[in-house]
Structure formats: C-alpha cells, structure tokens
C-alpha cells in the first residue's frame, strides 16, 4: 500500500483479556519498529523487526507483551491478560533505509 | 546506550515570528541521522526535516531549518515565519543502528 496501515483504529477492551494489534508496513521496507506512546508522553520503544527477526526487542514491558512478523511484511503485536497500565496508543513504523520511517496512524487502546 | 534529550516541554511563539527547539543527544557511533518529527493532534507522525551526521551543511525544508553541531551533539530546529498549522508536538529522534530513540517532545503553541 502507498502507507503503513495499522488495525484496529481504536480497540476497548475488559481488564484480563488479549488483544491483538496489526501493522501492515510499505511493500518493501524491510525494517519494522512498534512504539508505545502514553497520553502526553513520548514514544517508548517496544521491539524492532529487520525481516522476520527481531535484533531488539528490549523494550517489551513484560513478558505479557509479544510480537511476530511473517513473510517480511505484516506484523502483531500480541498483549496478554491486558492491564489498565497497557492504555496507551501503539504506533508502527517501517522503513527501507535508516534516513526515512514511516509511520502509521496509530492504534488507541483503551483498557477498562 | 543512546539517548535524546528535549528540555523545553513547551514553547509558544505568535504568527510570522520564529522559534527555536532544542535538542541534544548521545550516542558512540559515528555514523547516524537525526530527525525531526511533527505530531499534531490526528497523532500521525510527520517527518520535518532529517540530517546525516556525517553532513557538516545544516539541513533546511521550507521554513525549516536545523542548527547541527556535531562535537556538542547538539540538533535544534529553527521555524520560521510560523503559522497556526504549525502547532504540535515535536520530536527529536536520532537512528544510528537499529533502533529510533525519541526525545520526550515539545509541544509548540501558535497565537495569532
């Protein structure tokens, strides 16, 4: 696609159930990164996909928090057993080349 | 370890005049970039401007330019002749390898 798209736009969800985010990256970027950014914080770092692999996936918070790339395209990012704490907007970014990253829109969820 | 430091969690500035954001990092590599990113409330991440470190010219797009001092590890953002689309949360992220670390953000006021 002509963007990075990110599903769900929004997602509510109960206390202690899981929730699945999808990022479907530019065709051809070959680096894929998930952020996590808080209500008027910055963007916190989660892990980082150079094709299918992960070199870092230091910023994960617990091991609640899980996520895999197939074919060097589509990637999840998996929260288990949600917690009021995980709220927040998760953001996606792929790029080709270190001088560029695109991101996408972001997605809101909201733990109740 | 890397690391962006944004010092100014907000700067107000009126139509036409100019502000300036600072930013300041830390990193061992020689070789890495560093962005300036736009997030207005629609939270879609905006590439501004972006510079390679191995570049000593300052960057510039449009009405945006950048003040690079390598040794000082030092990367602000000038805007000038600001408008009221301007207004959002900036961020300062460096890249060297792998992993994109942001700075906490400065959110810019506009008045007309």
């Known amino acids: 696609g002509a963007g990075v798209s990110q599903s769900p736009s929004n997602k509510v969800t109960e206390k202690g159930k899981d929730v699945e985010l999808r990022c479907d990256p530019i065709?051809?970027?070959?680096?894929l990164y998930w952020y996590r950014q808080s209500l008027g914080q910055g963007l916190e770092f989660l892990i980082y996909f150079q094709g299918n692999s992960a070199p870092d996936k230091s910023g994960l918070p617990s091991d609640r928090f899980s996520a895999e790339r197939t074919g060097g395209s589509v990637s999840t990012l998996t929260i288990q057993r949600t917690q009021q704490e995980d709220s927040a907007v998760y953001l996606c970014?792929?790029?080709?080349?270190?001088?560029?990253?695109?991101f996408g829109s972001g997605t809101r969820l909201t733990v109740v | 370890a890397q690391t962006v430091t944004q010092s100014q969690p907000e700067m107000s500035v009126q139509e036409a005049e100019t502000v300036t954001l600072s930013c300041t990092y830390d990193?061992?590599?020689?070789?890495?970039?560093l962005f300036w990113y736009k997030q207005p409330p629609s939270r879609q991440m905006i590439l501004v401007i972006r510079q390679e470190a191995y570049k000593q010219q300052n960057a510039t797009e449009n009405r945006f330019s950048v003040n690079f001092q390598k040794a000082a590890k030092s990367f602000s953002l000038k805007i000038s002749d600001s408008q009221l689309g301007d207004a959002a949360m900036y961020f300062c992220?460096?890249?060297?390898?792998?992993?994109?670390?942001f700075g906490a953000g400065t959110q810019v006021v506009v008045t007309p």
């Open positions: 970014a792929s790029s080709f080349s270190r001088d560029g990253y695109t």
């Open positions: 990193t061992s590599e020689s070789d890495y970039y």
């Open positions: 065709s051809g970027h070959t680096a």
């Open positions: 992220a460096l890249n060297s390898w792998g992993k994109l670390q």
